[in-house]
């Protein structure tokens, strides 16, 4: 069992940052790879970007890609999105996941938090 906690997330205007982060306990965190997704109000929740369980790679949203970078720290059990140059419809519930390293399952989920970016 893996619980996730995500923080970070916030009001911010157009253009501007925010990072992320999502706090696992529970089974060995380094295990796993690791996925950020985000959910907006009456859209299906969809992927956003995935780190393997070393890092070594890396998976982005053509609509995130040079925008947000993902990360972690395995000796901090913590996973990071950051996200800059950020537009409205970034506006979402965001959401890390871990799973199997194909990066194709995913099997414990946080519980969210809301970005909300103003225009």
């Known amino acids: 069992q893996v619980q996730l906690v995500e923080s970070g997330g916030g009001l911010v205007q157009a253009r501007g940052s925010l990072r992320l982060s999502c706090a696992a306990s529970g089974r060995t965190f380094s295990t796993y790879a690791m996925g950020w997704f985000r959910q907006a109000p009456g859209k299906e929740r969809e992927f956003v970007a995935g780190?393997?369980?070393?890092?070594?790679?890396?998976y982005y949203a053509d609509s995130v890609q040079a925008r947000f970078t993902i990360s972690r720290d395995n000796a901090k059990n913590t996973a990071y999105l950051q996200m800059n140059s950020l537009k409205p419809e970034d506006t979402a519930v965001y959401y890390c996941?871990?799973?199997?390293?194909?990066?194709?399952?995913?099997?414990?989920w946080g519980q969210g938090t809301q970005v909300t970016v103003s225009s």
């Open positions: 996941a871990v799973g199997p390293d194909g990066l194709r399952q995913w099997d414990y």
């Open positions: 780190i393997t369980w070393s890092g070594g790679r890396l």
